[in-house]
């Protein structure tokens, strides 16, 4: 069970995910790792690896297959609120969007408080403020998250760093069990699942200008259940764009931020454009990861990424325009020279420094969900109360 922060609180965990290396299900992972409850139980509304890791952690887990449309989304709510009504939690966790709109029905009608854990940018216009309402609390994994539910009490509680990095030659090493050569001439790593949103056709785009052509690409991930057909329709554009010799697909590769030392830079490149999808990283765990091996980032886009790589003594990356494969390369021809690399190596280890750890986190939630669970004389209680907000983290 969890070796850490104890608490007697009974909590019924739902996830949307059956992915297990995706950003929110790592911070879900983690916290369930280093918090002691009384009791936990899982609901995950897609089948996958995530069961089988979070196993030794929870007493119970029932998978609920759950689609993207408002009658799915209601007909997984009928099938959880049996399941809270015999469980009778102190506490509902919703990790993510799609897990609270399932959840917050059924867990109001039995009166049982919940706790909105937000991760990322996917309807926020819609969804982001009735949510916000409907939630005892709301944590969110940055303050630009926090922003779209319109509350002004969100806990904002940045993840935190799990797994020191390998340095280089222990992480080429590693990463070689995976297929991974390292080619003569610097390396930017892709490190997600393989969905259009995730911006890696930006990245083999930019490989074809001639600002980098001295650079290769390493892709860590795989096919996403949303976006079947995605590695394929990568490779195919690889080869239509003559780079194909420069850029490796690993497929996906267990704890991977581990490893990113072997790398010269890490691009994240979510965009717009994905029906559904958000046009932006909510946190964004691969260049936290990336900062605190001391690699530079490339981030398309604006918003809590953006503003860490900023935030350093010097940059600890470069910002490049959303779905622009041009701008892109311009930031890695800026990254090709050494003086200009070490500096802003140098910067990404500083603000790495800023990221609470497993353990930090794990109080900082514990605290939240005791207020929520048992809540005292001036806390909030029920669906709609309200907690006094705070930052935990950079």
């Given at each position: ?41 899982l609901i995950l509304l897609e089948d996958g690896e995530l069961g089988t ?15 993207n449309s408002g009658p799915a989304i209601a007909a997984a709510a009928s ?78 509680l940045e993840p935190p760093w799990s797994l020191a990095p390998l340095g ?227």
């Open positions: 069970m969890a070796d850490g922060v104890s608490t007697g609180i009974r909590l019924v965990v739902v996830s949307a995910f059956g992915t297990a290396t995706g950003g929110a299900e790592l911070w879900l992972r983690s916290i369930l790792t280093h918090c002691e409850f009384d009791r936990v139980d890791v979070l196993a030794p952690l929870v007493q119970s887990i029932d998978v609920i297959p759950t689609g099938r959880v609120l049996p399941i809270l009504r015999r469980l009778r939690p102190d506490v509902v966790v919703s990790n993510g969007v799609k897990a609270q709109s399932v959840a917050v029905g059924p867990a109001q009608v039995l009166r049982i408080p919940t706790v909105w854990v937000k991760h990322d940018h996917s309807y926020d216009s819609s969804l982001a403020r009735p949510l916000g309402r409907l939630s005892t609390s709301v944590v969110a994994a940055s303050a630009e998250l926090a922003a779209a539910t319109g509350r002004d009490d969100v806990h904002v280089r030659a222990d992480a080429v090493a590693a990463l070689a069990g995976h297929g991974y050569r390292p080619p003569t001439g610097p390396v930017v790593a892709c490190v997600s699942r393989l969905a259009p949103f995730k911006g890696v056709d930006v990245a083999i785009r930019s490989l074809a200008y001639r600002q980098s052509t001295r650079w290769h690409l390493a892709v860590l991930g795989g096919d996403d259940r949303s976006s079947p057909g995605e590695l394929t329709r990568l490779q195919d554009l690889a080869k239509v764009l003559g780079v194909a010799g420069r850029v490796q697909f690993l497929g996906p590769v267990p704890d991977a931020g581990r490893y990113l030392a072997a790398f010269d830079a890490v691009a994240v490149l979510t965009r717009p454009g994905q029906a559904g999808a958000p046009g932006q990283e909510g946190y964004g765990t691969v260049a936290a990861e990336a900062m605190l091996a001391g690699v530079p980032v490339v981030y398309a886009g604006r918003g809590s990424v953006a503003r860490r790589i900023e935030s350093g003594p010097g940059p600890a990356g470069l910002v490049v325009r959303p779905g622009d494969p041009r701008d892109t390369a311009g930031a890695l021809q800026i990254l090709a020279d050494d003086s200009t690399w070490f500096r802003f190596a140098e910067s990404a280890r500083r603000v790495a420094e800023q990221q609470v750890d497993e353990t930090e986190a794990a109080q900082a939630f514990a605290r939240i969900v005791t207020e929520v669970g048992m809540p005292g004389p001036e806390s909030g209680s029920g669906a709609g109360g309200r907690g006094t907000g705070g930052i935990v983290g950079s």
